[in-house]
Each structure stands twice: as C-alpha cells, then as structure tokens.
C-alpha cells in the first residue's frame, strides 16, 4: 500500500502513540481508522442535518423513519455507513 506523510501536532502525535500503543496496532492503522471513524461521524451529522429538514418540510409528506433505519450512539446498528466513494458523501 503506498502511503505518505502527514504533519499532526506534537500532542496529537503523542495520542496515536498512546492509542498505538494501548491497541497493540500499528500508529498508522490508528490514525486510519480515526479518520474512518471521523468520515462516518460526518456521513451521520449530515444525514441527521438532512432527515431534520426533510420532517420539518409539510410539503415533504414524510413523518416517519424510512423502515430499517436505526441510528443508535452515533453508530448505524442495522448497517454501515458507505464506504467512501460509493455514495452518501465524501470528504
């Protein structure tokens, strides 16, 4: 895998380190997997942002939750979010 290099903080470098460390995984799957996380959070908020505005809308004719939709804890609990690319958003 090719990969390059990123500038973080020196604080946010000692975290890795910690999580890295406290994990047992590699600094760099750490850090991938906190952006995946972070792009999932977002994916989220904006989902939220938009299903919000979609019940306030009275010409939308929509009241409830599309059936299997079930967001609990910031995490979907009947499917994950898309992997980025393949729809919802991209940052």
């Known amino acids: 895998m090719a990969s ?3 500038r973080v ?3 946010t470098h000692e975290l890795l380190h910690k999580l ?3 994990t047992g ?3 760099q799957k750490v850090l991938e997997r906190a952006v995946e996380n972070y792009r999932r ?6 989902l939220d942002a938009a ?3 979609l019940q306030a809308d009275p010409s ?3 009241r409830s939750s599309p059936s299997g939709w079930r967001i609990a804890c910031g995490r979907c609990s009947t499917s994950e979010a898309p ?3 393949q729809g919802g958003t991209t940052a």
């Open 4 to 6: 390059t290099t990123v």
């Open 9 to 11: 903080s020196e604080h």
């Open 20 to 22: 890295a460390a406290a």
């Open 25 to 27: 995984e590699p600094l």
């Open 41 to 46: 959070a977002q994916f989220f908020e904006e």
């Open 51 to 53: 299903y919000a505005r």
């Open 60 to 62: 939308s004719g929509r």
């Open 83 to 85: 992997p980025a690319g």
